[in-house]
C-alpha cells in the first residue's frame, strides 16, 4: 500500500538510491520525479538529453522494481520549450510512454498541459495526480472556478485523481496548517480525490540560511509536524505523507556557473531520526576537499540515534565511512555518492517510521 510520496529530480543519483532501497519500502512509496534542469535556461537539446539520461537510470531502477509506480512532472522547466516540434510535456511523456509514468495536472501550467496529461492517462492507468501550490491553496474560493473546469475536463476519462498539497519550503508549520485545513474542509465537501497528500520541505536552496559552514545542527522538521497536525483531524485522517526527502526542492545546480561550484559548494548531509534531522555542513569542497565526508561520517555514527549499519544502504555507507568501521574506503565520496546513500537511507526511514517500524 502507497503511503509516502518522495518529490525528487529524475536523476541518477536520486533514481540509483532507489535501486537499493527494500521491497517493503519500495511498495509503500509512490515518487513523484521532476525532470531537472541543465542550466539556468536549458534549450530543447539539453532538455532532451536529460531526459535520455534520466530515463537510462529509471529503467534500471524498474528492472530492480518492476512493481515501482511513480509520477512525473516539468514543473522546474520552462514549457514554453517545445521539443522536436512536439509541446514540452507531450514530448516528455511520450519519450518515458514504455515506462509508464503517471502524469500531472495543475492549475498553473501551459493550456496543452492538463488536455496532454488527461489525453495519455485515458488510455492507461485513468489516474492523474493534482499537483496544488501555495497560490492555489491560499484561497479555495479563488481556485474553484479552475478546479471545476479541471474535472469537468477528466468526465468519463479519468476514475483516480491523487492530489497534492505541495507547500515546497516551510520554516513554520503554522500558517501551512492553517492554510492547509481550510483548503482541504471546502475541497473535500465538492471534489472527489482517490488520495490527498500534503508536502513540504524544511531544507532552503540556500543552504547557508539554515545551517553555518563548518557546524551540525539538529532541528525539528515542519515538514513531519504539519503532516501529522493535519491528520489529527478525523476529516483528513486519511492524509498521505510526502516530502522533498535530502535536497531543497528549490536548489538547482543550474543557478551556479560550473566554473564555480564546486568553489562554493560545501559537503552538506541530513540524517533523518524522529520528527527532526541532523544538518551536518562543511566547508568549501574546492579548498577542504572530500575528506571531510570523512568527519561528517564521524558526527553521525556517534549520535545516539544513529541507527546502525544494517539499517538501510544509506546507514551502511556512513559507517563504512566512519571511524568505528574496521576497514575505511580510501575516499570518502563525493556529492552524488552521498545524495544517492543518503536519498535511500531517508526513504527507508521516512517509510519505516509511516508504518511503525523501528
Not at 555514527?301 to 555507507?317: E, H, L
Request: hydrophobic share 35%; charged share 25%.
Amino acid at each position: 500500500m502507497i503511503i509516502y510520496t518522495p518529490f525528487l529530480k529524475l536523476k541518477k543519483n536520486e533514481l540509483q538510491g532507489i535501486i537499493g532501497l527494500t521491497e517493503d519500502v519500495v511498495r509503500s512509496i509512490r515518487p513523484f520525479f521532476d525532470v531537472p534542469r541543465t542550466s539556468k535556461d536549458p534549450s530543447e537539446g539539453q532538455i532532451i538529453e536529460r531526459l535520455r539520461l534520466g530515463k537510462n537510470e529509471l529503467r534500471k531502477a524498474l528492472e530492480a522494481h518492476p512493481y515501482l509506480s511513480y509520477y512525473v512532472d516539468n514543473f522546474d522547466l520552462n514549457d514554453e520549450v517545445s521539443l522536436q516540434g512536439s509541446t514540452q510535456y507531450s514530448f516528455i511523456l511520450d519519450y518515458l510512454e514504455d515506462c509508464d509514468p503517471i502524469p500531472v495536472i495543475a492549475l498553473n501550467r501551459s493550456p496543452d498541459h492538463n488536455a496532454t496529461a488527461i489525453g495519455f492517462a485515458t488510455n492507461r492507468s485513468r489516474t492523474v495526480a493534482l499537483r496544488l501550490q501555495r497560490d492555489d491553496i491560499e484561497s479555495f474560493r479563488l481556485s474553484k472556478p479552475a478546479l471545476l473546469s479541471l474535472w469537468r475536463s477528466m468526465t468519463g476519462l479519468i476514475d483516480h485523481v491523487h492530489v497534492f498539497l505541495d507547500f515546497r519550503v516551510i520554516n513554520d508549520e503554522t500558517e501551512a496548517e492553517s492554510l492547509g485545513t481550510a483548503f482541504l474542509r471546502s475541497f473535500l465537501k465538492e471534489f472527489g480525490a482517490t488520495s490527498v497528500s500534503v508536502t513540504s520541505s524544511s531544507i532552503p536552496a540556500n543552504i547557508s540560511q539554515l545551517i553555518k559552514t563548518n557546524s551540525q545542527l539538529e532541528y525539528e522538521r515542519p515538514e513531519m509536524k504539519l503532516w501529522a497536525n493535519l491528520k489529527e483531524d478525523e476529516d483528513f485522517s486519511n492524509l498521505l505523507f510526502g516530502d522533498y526527502a535530502v535536497v531543497s526542492p528549490d536548489y538547482s545546480d543550474a543557478e551556479l556557473d560550473p566554473r564555480i561550484l564546486r568553489q562554493v559548494s560545501t559537503p552538506k548531509v541530513f540524517y533523518p531520526f524522529g520528527y527532526s534531522f541532523l544538518a551536518t555542513r562543511g566547508l568549501s569542497l574546492d579548498k577542504h576537499g572530500n575528506e571531510q565526508y570523512f568527519d561528517i561520517a564521524d558526527v553521525i555514527v556517534a549520535k545516539p540515534y544513529f541507527r546502525g549499519n544494517t539499517f538501510s544502504i544509506g546507514d551502511k555507507y556512513i559507517f563504512d565511512r566512519s571511524y568505528q568501521s574496521p576497514a575505511k574506503p580510501p575516499k570518502a565520496g563525493h556529492q552524488g555518492s552521498w545524495i544517492k546513500a543518503m536519498t535511500a537511507l531517508h526513504l527507508t526511514f521516512v517509510s519505516n517510521s509511516i508504518r511503525g517500524i523501528t
